[in-house]
């Protein structure tokens, strides 16, 4: 049935190009307009759209400024047949520097569409929702429910976003896809545990430190107990394929008041990332625990905050099918096998998994993160991959509906 697709993909281009030319940086995640002006589009594309803005306050305690959510559902048959999400992001890191393109400007340059945001993922706003449509157009043998999940807030770990519809139960799906590219299928990926680390000690002359209490000597010692320890991770290697070892970086340090005064105060954040074989409440408390014994001293204290806790992402039963059926269409479509992988970073699809529902990313892009410049200058998407992954959806939403 793909050739709805065919014939209706100039509208799926233009699409696209409008939602890229909308900016939704995040942050500062101030993202309710580009909502709005999505799901006007997807009306003029004849669905109906539910908007659910998430409240100020929950917004702004998850870094928000503002954060519309939309679904769309679209029942076919009797509706007794499985529910099947699809979630797309449409927040995106802000563009930075070194652009040869507009980041906003949606060029088309010989069959490639240059824009942020145009891979990650506002691709797969228009892959699922021209899937759907297509489904719409020839929608015999089709029994079930397949909706459609625009979120905002990937970029800060899906908070106000797929964890926020699915604990407000506005969704229950038996299947989600989330974004992804399409050359791979992943079932699986890292978790991350940010915490902050704040060593106090006591403030002195530093013509008499030793009547203070050195809160950065205490620092570098916890700084040495945490590059150990990157080497010891780097001797794990996880099961997962595309995982790799789990990595420790400690990425903002900030304290200290004069140069001749001894620093009575100093903040690290440290960035933990979890292979799906560890259970992020674990490796917190063990962190905790050695990054308080490597920097005891005489007047030191040492308090550690948590800022995120993103737990990997691991197949769950039922999954296979999925995967296998996603696999069949895109050799079909693709010409070339693809692989079932796990990715090493982490994705609000981790909230449809931690909630029981098979999960797998798959959409539209390139074979690597790299290929697309996503988060990078002169992030494009190939034409030929948005439309291919668009059939291959559709196709596998087919079967998976079917009655």
């Not at 939309?70 to 563009?95: M, Q």
């Not at 570098?220 to 995982?243: N, V």
């Not at 990595?247 to 009575?264: E, F, H, M, Q, R």
Request: aromatic residues 6%.
């Amino acid at each position: 049935m793909t050739g709805f697709i065919d014939a209706n993909f100039p509208r799926e281009v233009e699409f696209l190009k409008a939602l890229v030319r909308v900016p939704s940086d995040n942050p500062p995640g101030d993202c309710a307009h580009h909502a709005e002006e999505a799901a006007r589009l997807l009306e003029g594309q004849g669905f109906t759209v539910e908007r659910h803005a998430v409240p100020d306050d929950i917004a702004k305690q998850h870094g928000m400024v503002s954060a519309t959510n939309l679904i769309v559902r679209e029942t076919f048959g009797s509706g007794k047949g499985p529910v099947v999400a699809l979630n797309a992001h449409g927040d995106v890191v802000p563009p930075g520097e070194g652009w040869t393109h507009d980041p906003y400007g949606a060029e088309e340059v010989k069959g490639v569409i240059y824009g942020r945001g145009a891979a990650v993922s506002k691709s797969d706003f228009a892959t699922y929702a021209f899937a759907l449509l297509a489904l719409k157009d020839h929608p015999e043998g089709l029994d079930g429910t397949v909706e459609l999940h625009l979120t905002y807030d990937e970029e800060i770990g899906g908070y106000t976003g797929p964890d926020w519809l699915l604990k407000q139960k506005l969704t229950k799906p038996d299947i989600a896809f989330s974004a992804g590219f399409s050359y791979a299928v992943v079932t699986a990926h890292n978790g991350a545990l940010h915490l902050e680390i704040t060593v106090r000690g006591r403030q002195a002359h530093a013509a008499m430190p030793e009547s203070g209490a050195d809160a950065l000597e205490a620092a570098t010692k916890i700084l040495s107990a945490i590059y150990k320890e990157r080497k010891r991770l780097g001797r794990i290697k996880s099961k997962s394929p595309g995982i790799g070892s789990p990595k420790i970086t400690v990425g903002l340090i900030s304290g200290g008041i004069n140069t001749n005064v001894v620093p009575d105060r100093i903040v690290m954040r440290v960035d933990r990332r979890l292979i799906p074989e560890e259970k992020g409440t674990k490796v917190e408390r063990e962190l905790i625990a050695s990054i308080k014994r490597a920097g005891a001293g005489k007047g030191i204290k040492i308090t550690c905050r948590r800022i995120l806790l993103a737990e990997p992402l691991k197949p769950r039963p039922g999954v296979k099918r999925v995967v296998e059926t996603i696999q069949r269409h895109a050799k079909r479509e693709l010409k070339t096998p693809i692989p079932e992988t796990g990715v090493p970073l982490y994705t609000d699809a981790r909230h449809y998994s931690a909630a029981g529902i098979p999960t797998v990313l798959y959409g539209a892009g390139p074979r690597s993160i790299l290929e697309a410049n996503a988060h990078s200058a002169n992030e494009h998407i190939k034409l030929s991959d948005l439309k291919a992954a668009t059939k291959i959806v559709e196709a596998t939403l087919r079967d998976l509906l079917k009655s």
